[in-house]
């Protein structure tokens, strides 16, 4: 593919005087292909549609004359000393494609063969971009209308907010537990017991909870479609419950919550110290934990039969299935966040899908529910969530970590890998097919992460990357934007679709040439790139 794009891009096309982004580049080498040739059926993995009838976009691709610029002899020059001419692509086509370029980041501290330590130092570089972003003043996005230029300062000026607070506040390692409890105390989660679950009471609590990123019970997230319409998704909470996934698949191993049970007693012992009994209060937690877990597994059943079937749900349905919260106040709020309340109206609805189901069921549960028990769950999932894990002691953090562990050892080496055991990712790629053999290798891998990790320097953070995943938490979209907004040029994703677009013309040249493909092949492979879809960097409502 290099040589191909290199006969029809560089040699071919006048380009315009200006600096080729480099993360563009090593994206498009990056690129791979499986194809299966067995029993003379050619499969294309991953990139291709999965319906032969998805139409797309055909890019209008035109001869140029042949470019002898200076840039074009330098942007030559660069994508020819990312291949390794000296192999023979028949033999190696891995080499030949990037082997120049491995060779110049074999010179670098990093260790670009693991996809771990490649992840991770893009992060770094992407992290401290930002940070400069929030040190700098907002700049006018000149594709912007005047009205969205000012609602698109403020929203900087939220975000940027947001950030400084968290950089200029430090707290001392011995005393983050009690921080905590004058934070969560600050709150006034236990204020007026009496009417605790009276509509506007539970509602306001939501909000406020929802709005420090701890979505409980419930969600509500935002597609922004134009300047009238947001798109509302309503979807299950507490997806920033650090265990969750783990809970959510207890009904195939029941043991997995006799271990987080007594993880829930070794944090409560840690945060409160003598100061309470923690028994009954793990006792609490876990049980409403069950209830809710119940929910959320009778949802997931159902999302496979109902996920084809859209459905929305006005206001006015939503406060007849679950009235004991006020869907009005609620959504009204939450629009503020976004500077958009001003578009909700008697005729707002949102994408519920299956969730129909576990509102009905989540109004009863809360109408049975002990009011105690709510509270010490509420509390509980502030304590425990991501958003605050920085917050707790470390002690709490390396029993939250050696649960994961344990949690991983007991599913036996299945698929399912969570959170940060995600990094080990290279070491799970050649574990046994054999069921006994993959036990243990799964428990040495973890053991080998416990003895190694201490020296890992990639887990280091700095402040402002703790303060960027709080931020990306609470406003994912907006840390997305401004990146993106100063990071690349207007036309980078014209230029890709360009780009792709030389590649399908020369793939559609070259395959009728391939003497050792049979006719029926040849076209088969030609539909195949006719289908092919192109997935360009970010979604453009994220620069909404």
């Not at 891998?445 to 703790?466: A, F, G, L, S, T």
Request: aromatic residues 10%; hydrophobic residues 35%.
């Amino acid at each position: 593919l290099p040589l191909i794009y290199l006969n029809l891009r560089v040699l071919s096309t006048p380009l315009v005087k200006k600096d080729v982004d480099d993360t563009l580049v090593n994206e498009i080498e990056d690129e791979i292909i499986n194809i299966d040739l067995e029993n003379n059926d050619i499969k294309i993995i991953d990139i291709f549609a999965d319906e032969e009838s998805i139409p797309t976009e055909n890019l209008n691709i035109t001869d140029e004359e042949e470019c002898l610029t200076e840039e074009c002899y330098e942007t030559s020059k660069r994508i020819l000393s990312n291949l390794d001419t000296s192999v023979d692509p028949c033999d190696n086509f891995f080499q030949f494609s990037c082997g120049g370029w491995l060779s110049e980041m074999s010179k670098t501290d990093i260790n670009y063969n693991n996809s771990k330590n490649v992840m991770n130092d893009l992060q770094k570089k992407i992290n401290k971009n930002i940070n400069e972003i929030f040190k700098g003043e907002y700049k006018i996005d000149t594709n912007l209308s005047k009205e969205q230029q000012e609602y698109d300062e403020k929203a900087f000026s939220k975000v940027k907010n947001a950030y400084n607070v968290c950089m200029t506040y430090d707290v001392d390692p011995n005393s983050r537990n009690e921080n905590l409890k004058n934070f969560i105390k600050q709150l006034n989660i236990s204020e007026n017991k009496e009417n605790f679950l009276d509509p506007i009471n539970l509602t306001n609590l939501l909000i406020n909870l929802h709005k420090i990123g701890i979505d409980t019970l419930f969600d509500v997230n935002i597609n922004y479609i134009n300047d009238n319409e947001p798109e509302l998704n309503l979807t299950n909470g507490d997806n920033l419950n650090r265990f969750l996934p783990y809970l959510l698949v207890s009904y195939d191993k029941p043991e997995i919550f006799t271990v987080y049970n007594e993880y829930v007693k070794k944090v409560l012992k840690l945060y409160y110290g003598n100061e309470i009994n923690v028994e009954p209060l793990a006792k609490s937690i876990i049980d409403l934990t069950k209830k809710i877990n119940d929910l959320f597994e009778l949802n997931f059943n159902l999302m496979n039969e109902y996920y084809k079937v859209p459905k929305k749900a006005s206001i006015t349905l939503l406060n007849e299935m679950v009235p004991i919260i006020d869907w009005n106040l609620y959504l009204k709020e939450r629009l503020a966040m976004y500077g958009m309340e001003k578009m909700l109206t008697e005729n707002t609805t949102l994408n519920i899908n299956s969730y129909d189901y576990y509102l009905i069921n989540l109004q009863k549960c809360l109408k049975e529910v002990d009011v105690d028990d709510l509270i010490n769950y509420f509390e509980w999932t502030i304590i425990s969530s991501n958003v605050f894990a920085d917050a707790v002691s470390e002690d709490i953090k390396d029993v939250t970590k050696e649960t994961k562990e344990t949690l991983n050892i007991l599913l036996e080496g299945s698929a399912i890998i969570f959170d940060d055991d995600i990094e080990y990712i290279d070491a799970f790629e050649n574990l046994s097919i054999d069921k006994e053999k993959m036990k243990k290798e799964f428990t040495d891998i973890i053991k080998k992460r416990k003895v190694e990790e201490p020296k890992m320097e990639v887990n280091k953070k700095e402040k402002y990357d703790i303060c960027i995943d709080k931020i990306e938490k609470l406003m994912p979209n907006s840390i997305s934007k401004y990146f993106i907004q100063n990071a690349f040029s207007d036309t980078i994703k014209l230029e890709a679709g360009q780009m792709i677009g030389y590649i399908k013309k020369a793939m559609l040249e070259r395959i009728p040439k391939m003497e050792w493909l049979d006719e029926e092949t040849k076209q088969y492979a030609m539909m195949k790139v006719e289908k092919m879809k192109s997935r360009i960097g970010y979604s453009d409502d994220i620069m909404d």
